[in-house]
């Protein structure tokens, strides 16, 4: 077993409201090696200011998780996951680290892909949307320019970050210049306060979005509701559904027409289908979200998406081939006509070796 804590370079700096990133983002990688010499690769991507530090997950891995995965039977992915919840507590992204090297080892000696591990394949691509979020608008107005017509059709905005007006004249100018022929969405990454929010959420939805995510800080769940019923807009919530606990609040409490599913978020591929199993049960679509994943984390999510039916409305998986300048995958996942294409190989259906780690990333330290 193998913990690498790296850095990678990204083109373009991101305006979210929280965190705003330029430069470059860390990651841990998880390279796992089975008795018989079969390689799994897993990540651990948090988010200080959503989920957590990669300083932290490589210190949970290197210190307290190492010793279970170690040895563990692969015959017993789910055992693992409960004995590392025994061994600490929180540090998902770190235990969901561990659980995807297994799976991808499992799958690779069964020939199996992780999708087909977690119940079969139900699509073959997913829909990919792209995050408008540069603080140089024009900047994201010209990748529009290209992107649209190379099939991309989903785009979500991050608003809130700029003043109010300066987002309905964005959100104006992309109808003005795409018509309907995109699929506009909103995320205000929690920016809003309840208080005055609904007015300014009725602006916005006559832009008529597919869904406005998370206006409100994640404990305002209430409001969350509120809007739901006075908007006619669906609401997604992201930052107030992390695990299944979050859900069946949200459920209880008629706050979410949608939700954002993250691996990193569930804390691990199992944790999030049992998530999906109480969505799917109410009727609540999910949506493929990501913090600052690089490829092995994305070939989780998107393996984990081709199994799950009610990952319905896209994934947001655009970093490799549009943010990272590098990735550490010998061959980045294809992307075609604005979707995410799953792969077809064994395990998560990647490639990934020490070299291509060293040559495309910063490595900052190794345990
Ligand atoms: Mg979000």
Request: hydrophobic residues 45%; charged residues 20%; proline residues 5%.
């Amino acid at each position: 077993m193998k913990i690498w804590l790296i850095e990678s370079p990204i083109m373009m700096a991101r305006q979210q409201g929280v965190g705003d990133v330029k430069g470059t983002v860390k990651r841990v990688l998880l390279q796992l090696t089975s008795a018989e010499g079969v390689t799994g690769w897993g990540e651990a991507a948090p988010w200080e200011v959503f989920t957590g530090t990669a300083e932290a997950a490589y210190a949970a891995l290197d210190i307290y998780l190492r010793e279970v995965a170690i040895g563990w039977p692969l015959s017993n992915i789910r055992g693992a996951m409960a004995a590392m919840d025994r061994r600490m507590v929180g540090h998902g992204e770190a235990k969901l680290a561990v659980e995807t090297a297994m799976f991808d080892i499992l799958g690779k000696r069964s020939d199996l892909s992780v999708a087909e591990l977690l119940g079969g394949r139900v699509r073959e691509r997913i829909p990919l949307s792209f995050s408008i979020a540069d603080p140089d608008f024009e900047a994201d107005m010209r990748r529009m320019e290209e992107m649209v017509p190379a099939g991309n059709t989903i785009f979500k905005v991050k608003t809130g970050v700029k003043p109010h007006a300066t987002d309905m004249d964005h959100l104006s100018r992309m109808r003005a210049r795409f018509g309907d022929t995109i699929d506009l969405r909103l995320d205000y990454n929690q920016a809003l306060q309840p208080f005055g929010a609904l007015r300014v959420l009725r602006d916005v939805a006559a832009f008529a979005p597919t869904f406005i995510e998370q206006p409100v800080p994640r404990d305002a769940l209430r409001a969350l509701a509120e809007f739901r019923t006075a908007l006619g807009v669906p609401i997604l919530a992201d930052e107030s559904c992390f695990d299944a606990h979050d859900l069946m609040e949200l459920i209880r409490l008629g706050a979410a027409d949608a939700i954002s599913v993250k691996l990193m978020k569930a804390g691990g591929l199992l944790k999030a289908q049992g998530l999906l199993a109480i969505a799917a049960t109410a009727r609540i679509p999910g949506y493929g979200g990501t913090l600052w994943e690089g490829g092995i984390a994305l070939a989780a999510g998107t393996q984990f998406i081709a199994a799950m039916p009610n990952m319905s409305l896209g994934c947001e998986f655009y970093m490799p081939h549009h943010v990272l300048t590098e990735d550490v995958l010998e061959q980045r996942i294809p992307n075609q006509a604005g979707h995410v294409i799953v792969p077809q190989g064994p395990g998560l259906g990647i490639s990934v070796t020490e070299q291509s780690v060293r040559d495309n990333a910063r490595v900052l330290a190794t345990a």
